[in-house]
């Protein structure tokens, strides 16, 4: 078991020799996110502390145990915090485990940080990634083993070395009812080879509204069998390749690991990246992604599941904390008044004063709160230095460190208070307010690619400029004696445009309202009503493609659909003749009427040639001339809208085809006409010559009543036939 | 030679994330990383009990706050602590007595020495110190038992001991710690021999056709019953799976690859199938100082079934088990609670447990201990021959000296 020497690891390059190879780790401690804003103005997400811990140690002890050797830190966002933290904590002089911290002020995404990452690694020998690395997120916590993982990844390597990415996802249940996972995070849809365990589709933006999901036809029919899932979890936790790196850089626009990348690599077949799932079952690991994750994987280490990441052997230098009965924890030196009340659940950190009558219950309370009387806490999550003074109430909310809120205050369920915030005496906190000393970023704009906006660095660097500009804030705002917080409270309300409040109660610490609950449920039994069998799709199955029933269907509706199809264009067409539409509006229209009946090139161009003549025949006409004269004036106006859709030649004969069905069918007037309209559409360069050539051609074998347009167009077919060879002569 | 910070870091580490399982390995690597501790320490001229003292103690308060569930360690400190004092004392009568009766009596204590060549320090120390106290029952026993058992204990240590003994007093501090660096290797010794110690004794306790059962499994009940085995007992044994981690299945594979007709049970059929056994043998966790026993959980539920019908209920424990405290004591942890993804699957029931969304909020608790009473426990059977509950606390004392019962160095504020 002992740790292979680097040096020797070098030296023989043998490829069969992988597994001597260090393993390695890149760890982004930064989310690239707003979801935890405020707190994340002033402090990293990595370093907040979940249960008492800073998330990163979770992620570094895992690491750690996994057998990871070098960890690459890269900081971006309070980078200078994150340095510090580490290099004050023991991370730095583990034996067998180093860590390196690579610093960037100016990247703005994963993707972002993944390219420094391979600048550098080509510049710098030291900062090398040999081999295979595990890219994970300050913010994930895990107990998983990785061995296994591991050497699944290597053997699909050495057999496909297209294999550059191990997904580790977790079974998981999401509520039907709001499409969510309790993690908080939207349903997500993945479609796996249940034999190669390979990535197929991945989909975590669904439109439930319409409740139907869109796979590429190719992926039936390239995969035998494919098992479509809702109830895993991604636990963003990857076994990469070093090609990883080097494809980020070649994608310069790649910027979330997920949406684009894994995105991308799934989409675009060319390069034929694959990307193979690898499902943990009793372990533990999920990603702390907003403050539902937060309360729910809180709850869950609390419960042990997380185990030994627990916070009785969590501690890193701290004092001890102790496990009691009901899953209480509790650190030594607190003091507690005989008559307050600690519920289950619950864990408090060391050096805290509870007073008399007071009530705590399924909440984490931190090191050195001084909590006074007859106070209620509720599922809450204090962290350090905090003072409650008597009477307060306290649901569900997001404390941060050095806050004071006075006797008598209400905090509502989903506040999240920033550091150092004051509530004022009896001042009630409406629900999932969001408190800070800072002044909400201005220039936020509810745009989906908010999230990389460069808002995130001008705000980052704006507060790592100095705390005094902070603390003078903190002076203003203390001077002023009401303030949005009541008496002598301090800090500023933020406003919710980010999402909106519709969608506040999905990411909140709070538990999700009864009645949001309720009217979810009842949208989709509105939703099962609709649909025919109000059958449930199953939460996982597999799906093989069964060609022969479906193909029968397929005739049938292509037949009715063509009808339909025909009818429609026609429809279009005339209408933009009475409305006088442009001709590219008209193609348009009819272009979106292709694709949603599905239609080739071919069948627009039969259907507007049709329409045309239609339109011809029924303009009022005395005689045979008089229509050939109708034919052509629509021809000379509308020509353009025909042949856009006469690509190839088989449209053309299409075309030659429909005319004849016609004369024959539909409308009789038109066949005496049949070869002068014929020579009139080569003259207008609707057809040309090889078109009605191969026409004449294919209907050499037809039956003799098929012939009859062929033999009455025999004229002009020999004058096409001559007409080369006079080119020729001259 | 790497540091000694880096290797009570390192174990420390292991500790914490509960990467070493079983006591005999815990046991085993405290000893061997005290020792380390013990020979890297500079001894200064006056005072070098002290300072060796607090050396180790330093260390094994961090030992033991890194796992506080785990007692061996906290049994394996409090023993060598112990092993110093004990050799600092049969030092300090060496040479009170060298002192008093002059150099003549060195010729007697070679004699006496000579006798008991093959005891170990700790034993002489014990010699040493009954003349100050009664003799405890233990050494009288010991002296003959041990002379008997361990042939091996080579007189490599009485002749050194003899030697050094008339090396002026300048050369004392190197003299103890080379005299505790023995008795550690012994102890250390004894750990790794544990397992033979107590199988050799199976023969007297496992007759023709009996009925074992045991729940879970431990290495020393594995080789208690194959030692019977190979003395031609024939019996049966009867394997309590051992939920939720069903080490008993392994147990199980593993008697029968040695042939030895064996039969799985769950451990809910404990209870029905007790009539037929003739004898539990069960190994532990801990052994408290009031003979109770921290056992894996199920075990009272075996133990309370055994004594409603009579049946012998035998525990095997090696003698790092034996722990000097109260299992009342508050710095005792009795219990660890593991993952409850050892009972059930997560994902199965992750709904159950999304208390945000109110569907559920199902609490899963899988601690991995049981206590049982000592009034359940019919005998003990250590590396030192077979014991009665009641009897534990003399073992207790010859094993640990009453000033290491609490190895904090600072005293601890009341909660």
Same mark, same amino acid.
């Given at each position: ?509 709070? @538990? ?211 007409? @080369? ?6 | ?26 046991? &085993? ?9 013990i020979?890297q320490q500079r001894v200064p001229h006056t005072n070098q009990t002290t300072a060796l003292i607090n050396a180790v103690r330093a ?11 785990? /007692? ?9 602590l112990?092993?110093i004092r004990e050799e600092d004392l049969s030092l300090a009568t060496a040479a009170m007595?060298g002192l ?64 050094s003994r008339?090396v002026e007093k300048g050369s004392k501090s190197r003299k103890l710690k080379h005299d505790v ?47 019977? &085995? ?37 451990? %809910? ?49 090696? %003698?790092? &088990? ?72 003399? /073992? ?7 000033d290491?019962?609490?190895? &904090? ?7």
């Amino acid at each position: 078991m002992g740790p292979p020497k680097k040096s020797a690891a070098r030296v023989s390059e043998d490829p069969d020799e992988l597994v001597r190879v260090p393993l390695q780790a890149v760890l982004l401690a930064d989310s690239f996110t707003t979801k935890f804003r405020p707190i994340t103005l002033e402090r990293p997400k990595v370093l907040l502390p979940l249960v008492n811990v800073p998330m990163i140690d979770y992620t570094l002890t895992w690491l750690e145990s996994a057998g990871v050797e070098e960890v690459f830190v890269f900081c971006c966002s309070h980078s200078k915090q994150v340095i510090s933290y580490l290099e004050k904590s023991e991370w730095f002089s583990q034996p067998n485990f180093t860590v390196t911290t690579i610093e960037s002020q100016n990247s703005v995404s994963a993707g972002d940080a993944l390219r420094v990452i391979y600048e550098r690694n080509v510049l710098f020998v030291t900062l090398k990634v040999h081999g295979d690395f595990v890219l994970i997120n300050g913010d994930t916590v895990s107990n998983m083993s990785l061995t296994q993982a591991l050497i699944e990844h290597k053997e699909r390597k050495k057999k496909d070395s297209n294999a550059v990415m191990t997904m580790i996802i977790k079974h998981s249940k999401t509520n039907p009812a709001i499409h969510q996972s309790r993690l908080g995070t939207d349903e997500l849809f993945m479609a796996i080879d249940p034999n190669t365990k390979q990535l197929l589709y991945y989909e975590d933006k669904a439109d439930h509204s319409k409740g139907t999901l869109h796979l590429d036809k190719s992926l039936l029919v390239d995969n035998p069998s494919l098992s479509l899932h809702h109830d895993k979890q991604d636990c963003y936790i990857d076994i990469c390749s070093p090609e990883v790196l080097s494809l980020f850089t070649d994608n310069f626009d790649y910027q979330h690991l997920r949406r684009h990348f894994v995105k991308g690599l799934l989409v675009d077949d060319i390069m034929g990246y694959k990307i193979f799932v690898h499902e943990i079952h009793s372990d533990y690991a999920a990603r702390i992604d907003n403050f539902r994750s937060y309360d729910t994987v809180s709850k869950d280490i609390i419960h042990r599941w997380t185990y030994p990441l627990v916070p009785d052997a969590m501690n890193f230098g701290n004092t001890a904390m102790k496990l009691e009965r009901q899953g209480m924890y509790r650190a030594s030196e607190i003091l507690q008044s005989q008559s307050a009340v600690v519920g289950p659940f619950t864990v408090i950190g060391s050096g805290t004063k509870i007073g008399n009558h007071t009530k705590i219950s399924n909440s984490v309370i931190g090191e050195g709160c001084k909590i006074g009387s007859n106070v209620v806490i509720e599922g809450c999550y204090i962290w350090d230095n905090i003072t409650i003074e008597d009477g307060c109430k306290l649901q569900h909310a997001i404390v941060c460190n050095g806050v004071i809120i006075k006797s008598g205050a209400v905090l509502e369920p989903g506040v999240v208070l920033s550091f150092k915030v004051v509530v004022g005496p009896e001042f009630v906190v409406p629900p999932y307010s969001k408190v800070s000393l800072l002044q909400q970023p201005i220039e936020e704009d509810s745009d989906e690619e908010l999230e990389y906006a460069d808002s995130t660095s001008a705000i980052g660097s704006q507060v790592d400029k100095s705390d005094v500009e902070i603390a003078s804030e903190v002076d203003k705002t203390h001077f002023s004696p009401v303030s949005e917080l009541g008496m002598g409270g301090a800090g500023h309300v933020w406003s919710t445009c980010e999402g909106g409040h519709e969608e506040e109660w999905r990411h909140s610490v709070a @538990p999700i309202p009864k009645d949001k609950i309720l009217e979810a449920i009842k949208t989709m039994e509105d939703d099962m009503e609709l649909t025919h069998d109000g059958s449930f799709l199953p939460l996982s199955g597999e799906l093989k493609p069964n060609s022969n029933d479906s193909d029968d269907d397929d005739h049938e509706d292509s037949k009715e659909d063509s009808y339909y199809f025909e009818k429609e264009v026609e429809a279009t067409f005339l209408r933009a003749v009475h409305e006088n539409i442009q001709e590219s509006h008209l193609n348009l229209e009819i272009n979106s009427l292709k694709l949603s009946y599905n239609k080739l090139t071919a069948d627009c161009a039969g259907a507007v040639f049709y329409a045309m003549m239609k339109f011809a025949l029924d303009t009022p006409h005395s005689s045979a001339d008089s229509l050939l004269k109708n034919v052509q004036l629509v021809f000379t106006k509308w020509k353009q809208v025909l042949t856009t859709y006469l690509i190839d030649i088989d449209d053309q004969i299409e075309i030659i085809l429909k005319f004849e069905e016609m004369c024959s069918e539909s409308a009789k007037e038109f066949a005496p006409l049949f070869t002068k309209i014929l020579h009139h559409l080569y003259n207008e360069d609707v057809v040309n010559e090889d078109a009605i050539l191969s026409w004449e051609d294919e209907k050499k074998d037809a039956d003799e009543a098929d012939k009859v347009f062929v033999k009455q167009a025999q004229k002009l077919i020999q004058w096409l036939k001559e007409a @080369p060879e006079e080119d020729d002569d001259e | 030679m790497p540091d000694v910070q880096t290797l009570v870091n390192e174990f420390l580490n292991q500790l914490k994330k509960r990467k070493i399982e079983g006591s005999q390995a815990t046991a &085993k690597q405290t000893a061997e990383l005290l020792r380390s501790v013990i020979s890297q320490q500079r001894v200064p001229h006056t005072n070098q009990t002290t300072a060796l003292i607090n050396a180790v103690r330093a260390v094994g308060e961090q030992l033991i706050a890194a796992n506080p569930v785990e /007692l061996a360690v906290g049994n394996i400190v409090r023993r060598v602590l112990h092993i110093i004092r004990e050799e600092d004392l049969s030092l300090a009568t060496a040479a009170m007595a060298g002192l008093g009766v002059s150099a003549a009596s060195d010729d007697e204590d070679d004699v006496e020495r000579g006798e008991n060549s093959v005891l170990s320090a700790a034993v002489v120390a014990a010699a040493a110190r009954s003349t100050l106290r009664p003799p405890s029952l233990q050494t009288l026993l010991e002296d003959t038992s041990e002379s008997a058992a361990a042939p091996h204990t080579s007189s490599s240590g009485g002749e050194s001991d003899g030697r050094s003994r008339s090396v002026e007093k300048g050369s004392k501090s190197r003299k103890l710690k080379h005299d505790v660096l023995e008795a550690v290797n012994e102890l250390i010794q004894d750990i790794s021999t544990c397992y033979e110690q107590i199988a050799e004794q199976a023969v007297e306790h496992i007759h023709h056709n009996e009925v074992i059962l045991t729940l879970g499994s431990s290495n020393t009940v594995l080789e208690f019953l194959y030692a019977a &085995k190979e003395k031609q007992r024939s019996f049966k044994v009867f394997v309590a799976e051992g939920a939720p981690r069903y080490q008993g299945h392994l147990l199980a594979k593993e008697l029968a690859a040695r042939g030895l007709q064996t039969t799985i049970i769950t451990d %809910s059929a404990v209870f029905a199938m007790i009539s037929r056994v003739n004898m539990v043998i069960v190994g532990a966790h801990a052994v408290m100082a009031n003979g109770g026993v921290i056992a894996p959980v199920g075990l009272n539920m075996v133990a309370l079934a055994a004594q409603r019908h009579a049946v012998p209920f035998v525990v095997l424990a090696g %003698s790092h &088990k034996l722990c000097p405290l109260y299992p009342h004591n508050p710095e005792v942890l009795l219990n660890e609670l593991r993952s409850p993804s050892e009972l059930l699957d997560f994902g199965e029931f992750s709904d159950c447990m999304d208390s945000a969304s109110g569907t559920g909020s199902l609490h899963v608790v899988n601690p991995t201990f049981d206590y049982v009473p000592p009034k359940l426990v019919s005998l003990f059977i250590t590396d030192t021959g077979g014991h009665n509950p009641s009897y534990v606390y003399r /073992l207790i004392a010859d094993y640990y000296s009453a000033d290491d019962l609490v190895v &904090k160095r600072r005293p601890t504020t009341g909660s």
